[in-house]
């Protein structure tokens, strides 16, 4: 190990020492030739990762929204257009803020199209529902051959989701919290927010 790193910084040296004195230095063939293809790997790495971000913050988001809507929705029908008018929008909008729609890097990473959210009032449960579709992740080089081909057997459900979400987008991303009616609401407040 100790003479790898002898030999890295030698070579450094070499180098400087060569570009102080105005000689111009020679690509090394790594450079040249696998930088672009590390490159490659890591754009689509991120683009991946961007989906398992996308989920994580979905559910984060979800569970704040079935919480704060638990807490400050009324039972009395009397409350109900103060539920669907101010608190419903007020809650989309702190939700579509932390999925990344406010923000235009965010929102192009993650590759979100749209959002909604949708509260179904039942007898015991509140139902909320939180839907974001994506736009095209852009990997071309991963489109290039047919759905059939690459998921030909022994791949299955899984990798045509994974294809379609890839190649074609539009896909729709959804999760569903189940939260308990309230008799008395009060007002949605983080722990050491006052």
Not at 27 to 52: D, G, N, Q, R, S
Request: net charge positive.
């Amino acid at each position: 190990m100790s003479a790898a790193l002898r030999t890295m910084r030698l070579r450094l040296l070499r180098a400087a020492g060569l570009l102080r004195r105005g000689r111009p230095g020679q690509a090394m063939t790594e450079v040249v030739l696998l930088f672009p293809i590390f490159l490659v790997i890591v754009f689509i790495t991120a683009k991946i990762f961007a989906l398992l971000v996308l989920v994580q913050k979905m559910e984060i988001a979800s569970y704040y929204a079935a919480r704060r809507w638990q807490l400050e929705s009324h039972l009395s029908a009397d409350q109900v257009s103060w539920d669907e008018t101010t608190l419903k929008p007020d809650i989309e909008k702190d939700v579509r803020g932390y999925l990344g729609f406010d923000n235009q890097s965010v929102r192009s990473f993650l590759n979100l199209k749209d959002f909604t959210m949708t509260v179904e009032r039942t007898q015991v449960w509140n139902v909320v529902t939180l839907t974001v579709t994506t736009n095209p992740a852009g990997i071309k080089l991963l489109c290039k051959y047919p759905q059939q081909a690459v998921c030909a057997a022994p791949y299955g459900e899984a990798c045509v989701n994974g294809y379609q979400y890839l190649c074609r987008g539009g896909r729709q991303l959804q999760v569903i919290k189940y939260v308990p009616n309230r008799d008395r609401p009060i007002p949605f407040v983080l722990p050491g927010l006052h």
